[in-house]
């Protein structure tokens, strides 16, 4: 079993950043960061391995990056040059296995969950 704790969230203005973390419990073979807006569905945003594998959606390449601190057990996710259309509630995941390509930002393949972080930018 995998326990997962998002912070960081909170309100900024478009242009700006924000840093999400994501404690974790134990290590697990990938993880990623998904969010979800009202009325949306949830979307893949970035995806690592623990080989430092990455994978983004087209939405947030150049802008959003992931990186993980295996010594202190957290995930992050570094969001530069924010947008309106990034307001959501973030949402870090975990698998205990590995990911081909197509399933690596699919909310349907990760098996552990954590509450989320709201994400709020204003335009």
């Known amino acids: 079993q995998v326990q997962l704790v998002e912070s960081g969230g909170g309100s900024v203005q478009s242009g700006g950043s924000l840093r999400l973390s994501c404690r974790y419990t134990n290590s697990v073979a990938c993880m990623g960061w998904f969010r979800q807006a009202p009325g949306k569905e949830r979307e893949g945003v970035a995806y690592?391995?623990?080989?430092?594998?990455?994978t983004y959606a087209d939405s947030v390449k150049g802008r959003f990056t992931i990186s993980q601190d295996n010594a202190k057990n957290t995930l992050y996710l570094q969001m530069d040059s924010l947008k309106a259309e990034d307001t959501a509630m973030y949402y870090c995941a975990a698998n205990s296995y590995y990911l081909t390509s197509y399933r690596r930002l699919n909310s349907n393949a990760y098996r552990y969950w954590g509450q989320g972080t709201q994400v709020t930018v204003s335009s």
């Open positions: 690592i391995s623990n080989f430092g594998t990455t």
